[in-house]
Every structure is written in structure tokens, then in C-alpha cells.
């Protein structure tokens, strides 16, 4: 059973555009969620965080949302840029639960 | 700034042979993991040890076995490899299990062939 979902496998936005991706959860224990991205033949690293006491989370053109009612993180890059293109892996954790994550979301950024 | 080293970056083996994926970390942490991602897949959990002294099957644990040698140190052991374990593997390392963010290794690519 996935805990952590991201239901659009890919997304293709305009450079300069708004990227917004999305996530949602079953556990609500969870109380720590995190967007990791990944280039082709790289290792994932972190991106961004938030915790369950907060509902946005900023850090430039990243800012991270959380609905705790709805159970949804959302991701959104504004302006995006062709170098945002990577698969992007949102993941959660908390109340002694590892972290668990979803099966990422496949970002092009068009020129 | 090292983070997670992983080793070798790249392997080719024959199905039936053995191998041992190397990892350390140099960030102090508690806790360490492999994982393996496949084309199509997010990251699958293999193993994980919480903490120096203990490991745990994850959620494709079969074919697999680790070792926790030390704090930096997490080893990942094909005994006898089969093409279905064809994939990258990444190992991972966080202060603790649950609420922090875990650092990864930049990958390691095996075919069985």
C-alpha cells in the first residue's frame, strides 16, 4: 500500500512558466515532507521541507505548500527554467516512520 | 565536502556472481540505507540500519544482505547476482530513522548479464 503518491508521472510546462507538482499521503502521522529532485545519472538531493506546524515553506523560486486536511503537498517553481528539468521525488515521514517516498513526477522544462 | 561515497560507480557481472557494493559517509550520521531504483520505479528500500550494530530488510530485501561495519561504513552484498538485479543502486545516510532529511550517494550502476 503507498503511503506516498504522486500521480502525474510527467508534466511539461514553458520556461518562465509556474511548475507545480504535486503529492498526497495516506499517513496522517506524517509530520515531515520533503521534495528531493534528481538529474539522469545523479543521486537524489534535497530540495526543500516543511514541517507539519507550517503551511508553506519557501526558498526562491521553490516554495513547498502543505494541506494537512487534504492530506496533499504540492511543489511549485516559479519562474521555471530548462535547468529544472529532473524527476522530482516528494517523501514523508514521521511519529517513528521512516521516510517513505512516492514515485516521482518526470518535470521538462521547454525553452 | 564528501556527503555519501559509494562504490563502484559502475559493475558489470555475470549472473552467479557475487559482488559487494561499498558506502561511506562522513556526515556523523546514525543511519544508513540502500536503495534501488528502476527504470520507470521511485526508490525501493533494500536495507536500512538504524543504527551502528543493526540492519533491517526494507522492501526488496530478497538477494541481498548488508553489513553495518562501522558508523561510516554500510556494505551491500550480491551473493549470487541474477539479471533481475539489474539497476542503480544508491545508498543514503540520515542523523536518525525518522524526521530527517536523508543525503545520498551519487549512484551505482549494475547490469547482470
Known amino acids: 500500500d503507498q503511503q506516498v503518491k504522486q500521480n502525474s508521472p510527467s508534466l511539461s510546462v514553458q520556461e518562465g512558466r509556474i511548475s507545480i507538482l504535486n503529492c498526497d499521503y495516506t499517513?496522517?502521522?506524517?509530520?515531515?515532507f520533503l521534495w528531493y529532485k534528481k538529474y539522469p545519472a545523479e543521486g537524489p538531493t534535497f530540495l526543500i521541507s516543511?514541517?507539519?506546524?507550517?503551511d508553506k515553506n519557501e526558498d526562491g523560486r521553490f516554495t513547498v505548500f502543505l494541506n494537512k486536511s487534504a492530506k496533499h503537498l504540492s511543489l511549485h517553481i516559479v519562474p521555471s527554467q530548462p535547468g529544472d528539468s529532473a524527476v522530482y521525488f516528494c517523501?514523508?515521514?514521521?511519529?517513528?516512520?521512516?521516510?517513505?517516498f512516492g514515485g516521482g513526477t518526470r518535470l521538462m522544462v521547454k525553452p | 565536502n564528501a556527503g555519501v561515497t559509494q562504490t563502484p560507480k559502475f559493475q558489470v557481472l555475470k549472473t552467479g556472481q557475487s559482488m559487494t557494493l561499498q558506502c561511506a559517509q562522513d556526515?556523523?550520521?546514525?543511519?544508513m540505507y540502500w536503495y534501488r531504483q528502476d527504470p520507470g520505479m521511485g526508490l525501493r528500500l533494500i536495507y536500512y540500519?538504524?543504527?551502528?550494530?543493526?540492519?533491517d530488510k526494507g522492501e526488496v530485501p530478497n538477494g541481498y544482505n548488508v553489513s553495518r561495519l562501522n558508523k561510516r561504513e554500510f556494505s551491500l552484498r550480491l551473493e549470487s547476482a541474477a539479471p533481475s538485479q539489474t539497476s542503480v543502486y544508491f545508498c543514503?545516510?540520515?542523523?536518525?530513522?525518522?524526521?530527517?532529511?536523508?543525503?545520498f550517494g551519487e549512484g551505482s550502476w549494475l547490469t547482470v548479464v
Open positions: 556526515m556523523n550520521h546514525n543511519s
Open positions: 499517513n496522517s502521522m506524517f509530520d515531515y
Open positions: 516543511i514541517s507539519s506546524i507550517k
Open positions: 540500519s538504524a543504527s551502528e550494530g543493526t540492519t
Open positions: 517523501a514523508a515521514s514521521g511519529a517513528g516512520n521512516m521516510l517513505t
Open positions: 543514503a545516510s540520515s542523523e536518525a530513522l525518522s524526521g530527517y532529511t536523508i543525503y
